[in-house]
């Protein structure tokens, strides 16, 4: 069996790579694990997954909270913004088929902006949290 969050994370990429909204606002499927220097903008990253004990006395689970960031050097935060919503309603309560785990429910919990430190580069940090239990 694999681990959960890396389940989780691969599926979340084949379901932001895939989606038509998404790769509208991309221009390409442009969804990484580690970006590769020099990267063209937009793109998201897929960043901060943490698992936790989810199990009862009798069944298995596994809490997994996650960041989706998206990036973009667009005038102003507009862009980052459409892309988090792009994001948010690709993933918010949507049904992932993952290997080896069961999908119990997904969730957008909230979404923070940012401007870095370079002055052109903006960020909205979209978190969720997902519920899973292992395949039987």
């Given at each position: 069996?694999?681990?959960?969050?890396?389940d989780?994370?691969?599926?979340?990429?084949?379901?932001?790579?895939?989606?038509?909204?998404?790769?509208?606002?991309?221009?390409?499927?442009?969804?990484?694990?580690?970006?590769?220097?020099?990267?063209?903008?937009?793109?998201?990253?897929?960043?901060?997954f943490?698992?936790?004990?989810?199990a009862?006395?009798?069944?298995?689970?596994?809490?997994?909270?996650?960041?989706?960031?998206?990036?973009?050097r667009?005038?102003?935060?507009?862009?980052?913004?459409?892309?988090?919503?792009?994001v948010?309603?690709?993933?918010?309560?949507?049904?992932?088929?993952?290997?080896?785990?069961?999908?119990?429910?997904?969730?957008?919990?909230?979404?923070?902006?940012?401007?870095?430190?370079?002055?052109?580069?903006?960020?909205?940090?979209?978190?969720?949290?997902?519920?899973?239990?292992?395949?039987?």
């Amino acid at each position: 069996m694999s681990s959960a969050a890396w389940d989780l994370q691969q599926a979340v990429h084949t379901a932001l790579a895939g989606n038509a909204n998404v790769l509208a606002l991309l221009g390409s499927a442009r969804v990484y694990d580690d970006v590769p220097q020099g990267a063209a903008f937009p793109y998201l990253t897929l960043t901060g997954f943490t698992a936790r004990d989810w199990a009862t006395g009798t069944e298995l689970g596994a809490e997994i909270i996650f960041t989706v960031n998206a990036w973009s050097r667009g005038a102003g935060h507009k862009q980052a913004h459409l892309l988090a919503e792009a994001v948010r309603a690709a993933l918010h309560d949507a049904a992932l088929i993952l290997a080896s785990h069961h999908l119990v429910n997904l969730r957008h919990e909230t979404s923070s902006t940012h401007r870095e430190r370079d002055g052109d580069t903006y960020r909205v940090a979209a978190r969720f949290r997902a519920v899973l239990e292992p395949n039987a």
